[in-house]
DNA sequence: GTCTATACATAGATAGAC
DNA sequence: GTCTATCTATGTATAGAC
């Protein structure tokens, strides 16, 4: 087991689930850290969020937390990507639908679901982009590719709807969902999503 | 002079131009505070700006921030106020044109125009409600009172259309406009801002 | 590998001289 | 009214016992 330290920035839970059985205390306290991290920044934002607070989110001691992530920074870098795991899985799964158009309207659902949410904390990839930008350190290029990659393949939608300005309707989709995210935070008001998604379906079937 | 001084909370520069006259250093300062944090906050965000940040672009010393500001939150609530004048007097200014459609054309256009600096540091107007939304204090309620006026102002200007639909269409342009701010940011690309403008620009053509 | 104690830096806020 | 010095709190990060 100890020959398998030399790498510290490639910690041991890396190699799934059989640590997770040898270890008493439950293990992969790194992805409970960065999972913890995703949700806890989503609802305070980065910088009003302190690593005890994640810690303690993650039921692992503040101290802990050096063992895993050399700073503050690693962590929600961490964090950055579990997210954008989580939303590739969400993706993969709406490629099983057959229509392209499907797809759209099947994303915009999903999204419209979260709207209680929403109005709580805004959108989870907005909120992070919005308030990353803002700093010198690379994390703001971390976001923007995870942005990058949904609006992609948002693109690729349109671009299978047989739309030569696919590109300019990705924009157009993607900007609204955003917009009407940080509306609905801002008024705390959940309709405005439910009535804004339902506009924006009736446009894309208008598209065809 | 002395007795000007009962109101600590209300102090002596809402007296407009003979307190400037008088003061030998240009006087003003609390306006300048101010103002200068409009302009601070913007470029570095609420949580990562400091009393001394916006002290030293107002050109007043640190400490003297106190004698104007109770609180940091309450020299936000002025920047807020501020910014809600300066959006307050475009807007006048756009009413003045004659017809509904080419006054929110032309709020596009001013929008457009801005389009470099919301590729480096996004909206004004949204990148602070996205931050201050992540907060207990009342700031989140003033910055969407201000973003409830403009929200209003293009409601009118889509009722006066004559459209019974304008709430939905007031926010379906404001929210294009705030998410396509947010991908201008995000991914440093001015020409996302332009491209969606035109784009919202002919679909206010097509409402007539 | 885990956890506590603590060093170190910074920022908000106050006291009080001028 | 203006400005300096400083108190106090908090948060990141490290040292080192276990």
Redesign the interface.
């Known amino acids: 087991m100890t020959d398998l330290e030399r790498d510290h920035s490639e910690p041991p839970d890396c190699l799934s689930i059989v640590s997770q059985v040898t270890n008493s205390t439950r293990a992969g306290k790194r992805e409970r850290l960065a999972g913890a991290a995703v949700r806890v920044l989503h ?6 969020t302190t690593l005890a607070d994640i810690a303690r989110a993650a039921d692992v001691p503040v101290g802990n937390v050096y063992y895993y992530f050399k700073t503050k920074d690693q962590l929600i870098e961490a964090a950055i990507e579990a997210h954008g795991h989580h939303l590739q899985t969400m993706l993969d799964e709406l490629g099983r639908l057959a229509e392209p158009q499907d797809r759209l309207k099947a994303l915009l659902r999903g999204w419209i679901g979260e709207r209680d949410l929403t109005a709580q ?2 959108c989870p990839t ?2 992070l ?3 990353l ?3 010198d350190d690379g994390l ?1 290029r971390a ?2 590719k995870v ?2 990659r949904l ?1 992609a393949w948002v693109e690729e939608q349109f671009a299978a709807m047989g739309r030569t300005d696919a590109k ?1 309707l990705a ?2 989709l ?10 609905t ?3 705390r008001d959940p309709d ?1 999503m439910a ?2 998604g339902a ?1 924006l379906e009736r446009w894309i079937d208008s598209l065809t």
């Open positions: 609802e305070q934002g980065v910088e009003k904390y805004g907005g909120t982009a919005s308030e930008d803002k700093r703001d976001i923007a942005m990058g609006l300019e924009v157009a993607f900007a609204s969902y955003q917009g009407v995210a940080l509306l935070n801002t008024f405005l009535t804004e506009r």
